[in-house]
């Protein structure tokens, strides 16, 4: 089970993370979510369309202009209190490595942490432990935040995956956090090059074997363009396709950009494999 704020997710259960993004250079949006009130527009836009949890960041992953603790937090803390005023019972993701960030946004009402550089400020997990919220445990291969990886390899990828995401999920119960709000993540792209992602693609039912619910970021990822030869704007076909990958072998929750259409895959899915209903069943009944 995973448990986050005031949500339950039971066995065979997905959940959308949307991705709002107070960032003026993202890859994907290239900021056109930056502006507060577009941002909190986006917000309540994601969760009518389905999402279960929204995913604030503050710093785009990729290597660019500095920013510092304090302007990350200017760009953070306040919008997740707006966000927490107006959505009382979504569940708020902050996606930051700084236990700074991490400390503040819990004071402002987040649930999770999404540490999306691999227990690089080993405080964070701490933070996570103290305001008794959820953490994500990621793999990064060892890269420092906003760096890419070069000529990056393992004798056996999942294998690392296993070894370092584990290691930081039993740190974090060690430390306190609740063992049913810690995730694990393999961080495509992450530490990565496009053979490893899709290597930790279709071996992701490794990860869900472990016990520990597992979260994927996929949307748009460069494995994804490299795969299809495809730029940015033009990979949401292949998200979708290694979305439903991900969720056949049991990953709980999906990154996103685009909610309607990962919930959809996912509705799919869980009806395919027998754990939800169709809406309506008409061929050959009537």
């Known amino acids: 089970m995973l448990k986050l704020g005031k949500r339950e997710f039971g066995a065979g259960e997905f959940a959308v993370m949307a991705i709002v993004n107070r960032t003026p250079d993202s890859f994907y949006d290239h900021g056109a979510t930056f502006a507060f009130e577009t941002a909190l527009a986006r917000t ?36 997740v209190a707006a966000v927490r005023t107006a959505h009382p019972d979504v569940i708020i993701s902050v996606d930051t490595w700084r236990h700074e960030v991490g400390a503040a946004v819990c004071e402002a009402g987040a649930d999770l942490l999404n540490d999306s ?15 008794r919220v959820g953490l994500v445990c990621t793999h990064v291969g060892g890269n420092s935040p906003r760096t890419r990886p070069f000529r990056v390899a393992y004798r056996d990828v999942m294998a690392d995956v296993l070894t370092r995401t584990l290691a930081l999920a039993e740190r974090a119960a060690g430390l306190g956090v609740d063992p049913c709000s810690i995730l694990i993540d393999p961080a495509h792209d992450f530490g990565k090059n496009t053979y490893h992602s899709l290597e930790i693609t279709r071996r992701l039912d490794e990860m869900v074997a472990t016990g520990w619910p597992v979260l994927v970021s996929l949307s748009n990822k460069d494995f994804v363009g490299d795969t299809l030869d495809l730029p940015v704007e033009g990979r949401l076909v292949g998200t979708l396709a290694a979305t439903a990958v991900c969720a056949w072998h049991g990953a709980t929750v999906y990154r996103a950009h685009n909610v309607v259409e990962t919930c959809q895959v996912l509705n799919m899915v869980s009806s395919i494999r027998g754990d939800r209903a169709p809406v309506r069943v008409l061929r050959g009944m009537v």
């Open 44 to 79: 309540r836009d994601v969760i009518e369309q389905g999402a279960d949890i929204v995913d604030i960041g503050g710093v785009k992953a990729a290597p660019g202009a500095v920013v510092d603790v304090a302007e990350e937090l200017d760009r953070t803390v306040d919008f």
């Open 117 to 131: 550089w691999g227990g690089h400020d080993p405080l964070l997990a701490e933070v996570a432990a103290q305001y």
